[in-house]
């Protein structure tokens, strides 16, 4: 039977000290979540200095997202 199915994400997007971007996507974010919250975490992970990328190292907070998608799956193919 088709479904519709709806997720959230976090999506988490730092620049880096080569002038590109790199993002982390964390799924099933809490429901009262604050841009706070989300902003001490990603200063959190630059000060570890967590991460390296091929942009070089994460050097500053470009943004911050809460991605809600819905799904509509108009088709199930039949099993055999």
């Not at 604050?34 to 000060?47: K, Y």
């Amino acid at each position: 039977m088709a479904e519709n199915s709806q997720k959230k994400i976090l999506r988490l997007t730092f620049a880096t000290t080569l002038g590109s971007t790199f993002s982390l996507t964390l799924p099933a974010p809490k429901e009262d979540l604050t841009a706070v919250e989300a902003e001490a975490a990603m200063n959190l992970i630059l000060a570890k200095n967590m991460f390296m990328t091929t942009g070089g190292e994460l050097g500053g907070i470009r943004d911050i997202k809460v991605v809600d998608t819905t799904t509509a799956d108009l088709y199930d193919p039949p099993q055999y």
